[in-house]
């Protein structure tokens, strides 16, 4: 099990990465979508703030202990702080780039949990990479009906 909680640590530093960059956007998102995604980072961090809470309560649940300070979480993180996204459109797709390098990952741990004998942690990230996959499609719809390069 020490295995597995190691991997959701990783997980659990990107989602608080993604935290961050998420309130990031929510704050400096401007132009004609700014409510409508305003709004959208908005649900997304909050999305966010659930689902790192609900790793590090998996990670406790199996024995294991969650990271919990910034420096652990960029140095386990494989996700990237917002850098210089200015578009509504490169918001976008960074948030649609990270969900699917989230998705991917978790369900890879997944697996692992599962041939490990874990299946209530592989049903819990197949749970969470439902909701991103859920999320990546609402949004990569978005980004199609915006201009590139605004």
């Known amino acids: 099990m020490a ?36 709004a959208k980072f908005e649900e997304l961090y909050d999305f966010a703030a659930e689902s790192l809470d609900d790793v590090a309560e998996r990670i406790l649940a199996i024995g294991g202990k969650p990271i919990s300070s910034l420096k652990q979480y960029l140095s386990q993180g494989t996700l990237a702080e917002a850098g210089n996204e200015t578009t509504d459109t490169q918001m976008l797709q960074a948030v649609i780039n990270d969900f699917r390098k989230l998705a991917d990952s978790m369900r890879q741990t997944a697996k692992q949990a599962d041939e490990s004998g874990d299946a209530v942690t592989s049903d819990f990230l197949n749970g969470l990479v439902e909701k991103l996959q859920k999320q990546i499609w609402i949004l990569s719809a978005t980004a199609k009906g915006l201009p590139v390069g605004v």
Request: avoid cysteine; proline fraction near 3%; glycine fraction near 2%.
């Open 3 to 38: 295995n597995i909680a190691d991997k959701l640590n990783v997980h659990l530093a990107d989602w608080n990465i993604l935290y961050t960059k998420l309130h990031h956007y929510h704050w400096y998102v401007t132009g004609p979508h700014f409510l409508a995604l305003h």
